[in-house]
């Protein structure tokens, strides 16, 4: 069989179908396999992971090892980060939010004891509906309307409330405001306005809270290399710089692929590179008519001083929090955002020169449906920005002269490097009516033996979600569902 893309899908895919006695090829259209989880690294000896460095959920990782017969612990070494994230505000106070019930508790109760027990409320119902979506939406594959539409499933989906909004719904449990942002700053990393989107995506700080953000040591990256190398052990075949160009079909069967000019059989061909690309581009199908989630814009430093005021996960609230966190959702550029700032080199030194430091700052931008967005203008605005608000966190004049190294990954790069349609860093926007049945299947309705996988398929984007895709699609293709 032959899977289109090394994203993180592909791999997982890869090595399920591995295991299950499938022959499987790789062909990735870049020098690296990984798509977005990959790396930069410098000529100074900076190493930055380029995009995903949050560890969510680490029980799908340890699932994907143990199907294989294997322990993830013989493979990486994976630390429980504290604390979960620290957050600076725009008034200079520096709240850290501990993963320690013991030590988070005291601090909410410093704010009010109202807000504390608000949040152990909120987290007491959110755990409950987690453990409805779990068992019920995230492990079914919903190909079918019947599976979706079955009494059971409708009565877990009320059971959820999932209607109203994630701001709404945090609001009816906390009254602090810094708890408020920081809680709904969280949605914002599966690409979603708090403001609109389903209070189901405070699964995210929940999941945060009850299980721990992970840190696997040497970065994300070391996650992609350990999966190279498995498939290459269990005799998968990989491809760099070998970009699919057509997907070859015949009497409604996809029976191939063409790879630089070449046509290469396969009985099953599974797409990890994005769906509604996939359709379009490979197949010559008319624009699929998805909403696609917001991009980033990523500004990546090397730092050639310790900067002990940041952890690993940081994040800043900055000012209009509410105004400058809508805007990429509205196609605009958001004037002073509240940003994520990853210092992964606060844990980890090899990642950076002796007494250096790597910083990945990230912030929301709207994705290239409005082509004029997004220009020189608008990324030399954010910069300036990110500098302005980096001087005052760290209180060091001046910080661009203590950067050495610079580099950012834009919308555009996302576009052209990932073949990610609209240049979106996650795909189909998790909306709700975009979820389940209503996400884009595992299995092409239009031509036997195609499938999918991948952040734009169900459950989601997300390593965690994508490597549930990863089981959902192994399971179908081997037992021809
Ligand atoms: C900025 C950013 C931050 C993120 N942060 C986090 C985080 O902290 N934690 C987290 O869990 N998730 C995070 N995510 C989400 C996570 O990275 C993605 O959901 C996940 O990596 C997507 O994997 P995938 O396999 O679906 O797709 P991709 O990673 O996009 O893989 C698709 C692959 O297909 C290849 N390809 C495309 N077209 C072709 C072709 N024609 N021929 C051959 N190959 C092709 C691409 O090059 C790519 O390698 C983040 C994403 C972004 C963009």
């Given at each position: 069989m032959i899977i289109i893309g090394g994203g993180i899908g592909g791999l997982a895919s890869a090595l399920r179908l591995l295991h299950k006695g499938y022959e499987v090829e790789v062909f990735e259209k870049e020098n690296t396999l990984g798509g977005r989880v990959n790396q930069i690294i410098s000529n100074l000896g900076y190493r930055f992971d380029l995009s995903a460095s949050i560890l969510l959920l680490p029980q799908t990782f340890y699932e994907l090892f143990s199907d294989l017969g294997l322990n993830l612990q013989d493979y990486l070494e994976m630390n429980l980060l504290h604390p979960t994230y620290r957050v600076f505000y725009k008034n200079q106070e520096i709240i850290d939010f501990s993963t320690e019930l013991a030590e988070l508790v005291p601090q909410l109760e410093s704010f009010s004891s109202e807000d504390a027990a608000g949040y152990l409320a909120w987290l007491t119902d959110i755990y409950n509906k987690y453990r409805v979506i779990d068992e019920s939406f995230l492990r079914k594959s919903f190909e079918s309307l019947g599976e979706f539409l079955n009494p059971k499933t409708m009565a877990n989906l009320l059971k959820s409330k999932p209607f109203n909004s994630t701001t709404d719904y945090l609001k009816s449990f906390i009254k602090d405001e810094r708890v408020l942002n920081y809680l709904s700053?969280?949605?914002?990393?599966?690409?979603?306005n708090p403001y609109e989107s389903?209070?189901?995506?405070?699964l995210l700080p929940a999941v945060s809270q009850l299980y721990g953000l992970y840190y696997i040591k040497g970065g994300m990256y070391e996650l992609i290399k350990v999966l190279e190398k498995l498939i290459l052990e269990k005799g998968g075949r990989i491809h760099l710089n070998s970009e699919v160009q057509k997907i070859v079909t015949s009497n409604h069967r996809a029976i191939g692929v063409s790879v630089g000019g070449d046509f290469i059989k396969g009985d099953i061909i599974l797409a990890n590179a994005d769906v509604l690309y996939v359709n379009e581009?490979?197949?010559?199908e008319s624009p699929q008519k998805y909403k696609m989630s917001c991009s980033t814009y990523i500004l990546y430093l090397g730092v050639k001083q310790k900067l002990p005021k940041f952890s690993v996960h940081n994040l800043y609230i900055g000012p209009e929090f509410e105004k400058n966190i809508t805007a990429p959702f509205i196609g605009a550029v958001p004037e002073k955002p509240s940003l994520y700032v990853y210092m992964p080199t606060s844990i980890d030194e090899n990642l950076a020169p002796k007494g250096c430091e790597c910083l990945n700052i990230m912030v929301r931008v709207p994705n290239l449906?409005?082509?004029?967005?997004?220009n020189t203008e608008a990324k030399e605005g954010l910069k300036t920005y990110i500098y302005d608000v980096l001087e005052q966190l760290t209180?060091?004049?001046?910080f661009e002269k203590v950067v050495e190294f610079e580099s950012d990954f834009t919308p555009v790069d996302m576009l052209n490097k990932f073949n990610a349609s609209l240049g979106s860093a996650f795909g189909v926007s998790p909306d709700l009516n975009q979820t389940n049945y209503f996400r884009p299947h595992h299995k092409s309705k239009t031509y036997e033996g195609l499938y999918y996988v991948g952040?734009?398929?169900?459950?989601?984007?997300?390593i965690s979600l994508v490597l549930h895709s990863a089981k959902l699609v192994s399971d179908i293709i081997c037992h021809n569902k």
């Open positions: 700053f969280q949605a914002m990393f599966i690409g979603m389903s209070n189901l995506y405070t581009c490979l197949l010559g449906l409005k082509a004029n967005v997004w209180e060091i004049a001046e952040a734009s398929t169900h459950p989601g984007t997300g």
